[in-house]
C-alpha cells in the first residue's frame, strides 16, 4: 500500500540518519581519544625582536608545557626534543597533575636527559602545588633543569646578554611595579616564563619582549559551533588560547600543551612541542 510504503522510506531514512550520526559522532570521539593526543607537533615560530643582541641571532628555544603526567615511552619526549639541538629548553608549567596524582618520579621518566647548551629551565604551574614545589624543584634539579621562580638570570652568548625570568604562577602582576626589581637590567632584551597568559597586559606595560606561557591546553576541545571546552583564563583573555600574539611592544606565544586535563580528549588543538627562533627585527 501506499501509505506504508511512504512510512517505510521516512522509517528507513530516520535509521540511516541515526546510524549515519552515531557513526561520525563514534569516529570522532575515536580521533579525539586515541589520535590527537599523541599526534604531536613541532611547531615552527620564529620571533623578531628589536633589541636582540647579534649574538643571539638564530637562537633556538624548545617550549614544553602541561604534560600532566602524559606518558613517553622510550623516552620519546627527550629523544624528541634533543634531535631539534634547540639552544635552550623552558618548560611553562603543570609537568605534574593533580587530577591523576602524578607520582614525582614521572620527571626523571618523562624529562630525564633533556641537553641544551643554554640549559633547561622550569616555571611552576598550578597542577604542581599538590606535590609540593619544593619537593619538586630537588627533583628537577637532580635532572640539571633549574626552576626559576620569580628569579632571573642572565643568558650569555659570545660576551652579549638576554635576561630570562621565571615569574609564580600565583602573582597576577597587574602591577609593573612587581616587574621593578626583575626588570633591573639597563636596557637588555627580556625573555619571561609563564604558566598563565593573563600575564600579557602588564609585561607589556614593564617592557618584556617575549613571554611564554602555556596553561590553556589550547582549549583542548575546539569547534567552529561552539566554544572552546577549556577556558581557564580569566575573562577578557579567552583570545590568547594558543599561538603568537603582541601587546604594544611585547609578544608572547602560548603553547597548547602536551598532555591533557579533566577530559581525556583533544580536537583540533594537537599537542604541540614549540620551536622558537629568535631574529632581530631589523635584519
Do not use: C
Amino acid at each position: 500500500m501506499p501509505i506504508l510504503k511512504a512510512i517505510w522510506r521516512v522509517t528507513r531514512f530516520i535509521l540511516q540518519s541515526v546510524l549515519t550520526t552515531g557513526l561520525i559522532v563514534a569516529l570522532l570521539v575515536f580521533y579525539a581519544a586515541q589520535i590527537e593526543p599523541d599526534w604531536v607537533q613541532e611547531k615552527e615560530q620564529p620571533v623578531y625582536i628589536e633589541r636582540l643582541p647579534e649574538a643571539f641571532e638564530g637562537f633556538r628555544i624548545v617550549q614544553l608545557s602541561d604534560l600532566h603526567g602524559k606518558l613517553f615511552p622510550e623516552k620519546g619526549l627527550v629523544s624528541r626534543v634533543n634531535a631539534l639541538k634547540p639552544d635552550l629548553v623552558v618548560i611553562t608549567g603543570d609537568v605534574f597533575d593533580e587530577s591523576n596524582e602524578t607520582p614525582l618520579g614521572y620527571a626523571e621518566n618523562a624529562l630525564g636527559g633533556l641537553n641544551a647548551p643554554y640549559g633547561v629551565y622550569y616555571v611552576y604551574g598550578n597542577n604542581d602545588t599538590y606535590l609540593g614545589l619544593s619537593k619538586i624543584k630537588r627533583a628537577l634539579e637532580q635532572l640539571d633543569i633549574k626552576t626559576l621562580n620569580d628569579e632571573k638570570l642572565p643568558l650569555q652568548v659570545k660576551g652579549q646578554a638576554v635576561s630570562l625570568i621565571g615569574l609564580n604562577y600565583t602573582r597576577t602582576y597587574q602591577d609593573t611595579g612587581d616587574f621593578a626589581d626583575l626588570l633591573h637590567n639597563e636596557g637588555e632584551a627580556v625573555i619571561a616564563l609563564a604558566h598563565r597568559p593573563e600575564i600579557i597586559d602588564a609585561a607589556a606595560k614593564a617592557g618584556v619582549d617575549l613571554v611564554l606561557a602555556g596553561h590553556t591546553h589550547g582549549g583542548q576541545i575546539k569547534s567552529p559551533y561552539m566554544p572552546d571546552f577549556l577556558h581557564i583564563v580569566k575573562k577578557g583573555y579567552e583570545k590568547y588560547m594558543a599561538g603568537l600574539f603582541k601587546v604594544g611592544e611585547t609578544q608572547m606565544y602560548v603553547n597548547r600543551g602536551l598532555g591533557v586535563n579533566n577530559i581525556p580528549l583533544r580536537f583540533l588543538t594537537r599537542p604541540e612541542i614549540t620551536v622558537i627562533t629568535l631574529h632581530a627585527e631589523n635584519q
